[in-house]
């Protein structure tokens, strides 16, 4: 029998282990951490009950159920536990139920960072705000509150006690005469209600309004299915391109994320949060990025997300497998450095600079029969990035980024492309603003970073594991079509990789001996243990 070991949502043999590129000793450890964890907030019904009543303004908890175990919606990096407000009855158009969703602190890098899990929380939180002000045509979902770990909690200004909204009411009208900035409709409301005993559970977590099936499907139950439907894929994409049309009409000043502050605003001062950066810190691989930190020129950007890299390759164990590709992960990587002011307008570098859900995939899009967009759902890891990286999904072929056939990409890319161009012209779109008095059209931009490669080089920035083969694939070539001799390009480009190249990797090879050894053990183990059972 083929020795197995149980990750999170699939059984592994150690001959498919051995073989994967991310680090499986890592992601061996998330079943204990899961049920650790499940553990706990199954413990904190009642606080559940008390946090959600406090949101909502209701007249006690007992009006909250929690959904049982069976029923939590848990995904990659957040669980959701749907909970029944007894209250409302059928007097909600929306339905009767809530989320409350927290994210996985295994899954997040919380004991590496400690604070990514509120990082994370409070950013998705200043998405949904942001939302709100300046795109209310795009449908999300209603976010009634929200708290953080270290136990400031922030309630929707329609459900506070009425005597606290007259005094947000004359604060706002005071900032707003004197020409200061307002604060968002989330304003920080304690909870006055006593904690049911053990306490505050040391975890953030979003209040959000439940999608009932009457509101909508997710996109990814019918795609495979129903993607070759010419009128399903028109609505959606006639949708989906007026959501980035709404987005990009208003320019931002900085690449960063938006977050909701302890006094309510809503600020662009937080780093640029990604699902890449996070899920490499969770691996404990630094990032080096602080979190206050924003960027004020593409270049700067680039430079530090390439860097990111570059400490992947560094730190974690099975980054290498042997000399060969050393050789060509340094080779690409220093390439990728020289080569990205070839993909980038230098009168673009200061911006203007979109906001850009980059979480947005088939399973966060929710559609009706004929594949409207109703609604889109967990909104984390979004923030503004320059214009030129703003692309269609990778998605609409199906396969990996790294797996993506050009060709067959291009066809979905250009129906995207005929739909985004119509409803410019119907809109009479334009991105302009006091800072950026250029008006620039969304469309001929996105069809310029494809024609010149960009759309590719942004990809590969996103993906660490997946930037090696895109570079391989689509991104060197365009270099080297008119060179007639290449041979010496991995003799030479490793060594501008770093000065110490050599003894780096002499401690990744041992490092992934070391891997290696300890992985084989891991199966071997278990083994043991399930003869000795």
């Known amino acids: 029998m083929p020795r197995t070991r149980q990750l999170l949502r699939e059984e592994l043999t150690y001959s498919h282990a051995k073989r994967k590129e991310i680090n499986i000793l890592h992601q061996l450890t998330y079943p204990s ?62 339905g009767n139920r809530v989320l409350i969703r927290f994210p996985l602190p295994y899954r997040i890098g919380e004991t590496f960072r400690p604070g990514n899990g509120d990082e994370k929380v409070r950013c998705e939180a200043g998405t949904y705000a942001w939302l709100e002000e300046n795109c209310p045509d795009i449908p999300i979902p209603r976010l009634y509150g929200f708290g953080v770990a270290t136990g400031e909690t922030f309630t929707r200004i329609e459900n506070l006690p009425i005597w606290t909204r007259w005094i947000r009411c004359l604060r706002h009208c005071a900032l707003h005469f004197f020409g200061r900035p307002t604060p968002s409709t989330y304003i920080r409301h304690q909870c006055r209600t006593e904690i049911p005993e053990g306490g505050w559970p040391n975890v953030g977590y979003l209040l959000i309004e439940y999608i009932e099936d009457s509101k909508g499907k997710m996109l990814s139950s019918t795609w495979n299915l129903k993607r070759d439907d010419v009128n399903l894929r028109t609505n959606f994409f006639q949708g989906l391109t007026r959501i980035y049309l709404s987005l990009s009409r208003t320019p931002l000043p900085r690449i960063g994320s938006f977050i909701i502050d302890n006094d309510g605003f809503i600020c662009l001062k937080n780093r640029p949060l990604s699902l890449g950066m996070q899920d490499l810190e969770n691996e404990r691989i630094p990032t080096d990025i602080p979190r206050d930190y924003t960027y004020s020129t593409v270049d700067s950007y680039i430079v530090d997300i390439l860097s990111i890299h570059d400490s992947r390759l560094r730190h974690q164990p099975n980054a290498v497998n042997d000399l060969g590709d050393y050789i060509y992960q340094t080779s690409s990587l220093t390439t990728m450095r020289a080569i990205f002011p ?192």
């Open 33 to 94: 951490q899961q049920a650790q964890f499940f553990t706990l907030l199954q413990s904190k019904r009642s606080w559940i009950r008390v946090i959600v009543a406090h949101h909502l303004n209701l007249s006690s908890p007992n009006s909250c159920q929690v959904a049982d175990f069976g029923e939590w919606l848990h995904g990659s990096f957040n669980v959701c536990i749907p909970v029944t407000i007894l209250e409302w009855g059928q007097k909600e158009q929306s």
């Open 342 to 533: 070839s993909f980038f307008r230098r009168d673009l570098r200061r911006g203007p600079f979109i906001f850009s859900l980059t979480d947005l995939h088939q399973s966060n899009i929710f559609v009706d029969e004929k594949w409207n967009i109703t609604s889109l759902v967990d909104l984390e890891w979004a923030c503004s990035l320059p214009i030129e990286m703003i692309q269609p999904p990778h998605w609409l072929t199906n396969p990996a980024v790294d797996r993506i056939v050009s060709s067959e990409y291009n066809n979905s890319r250009l129906e995207f492309m005929r739909a985004l161009t119509d409803n410019e012209e119907e809109s009479d779109y334009s991105i302009s603003n006091d800072r950026f008095s250029v008006s620039l059209s969304l469309s001929h931009l996105m069809s310029a970073a494809w024609d010149t490669g960009t759309f590719w080089y942004s990809l590969a920035l996103s993906s660490p594991t997946g930037l090696f083969a895109i570079f391989d694939k689509e991104i060197q070539p365009r270099f080297i079509d008119k060179c007639p001799d290449h041979d010496a390009f991995h003799q030479i480009m490793p060594w501008y990789w770093a000065q110490d190249i050599v003894s780096i990797l002499k401690h990744k090879l041992a490092d992934k001996n070391a891997y290696d050894t300890q992985l084989r053990r891991e199966f071997e183990n278990e083994t043991s243990l399930s003869q000795a059972g």
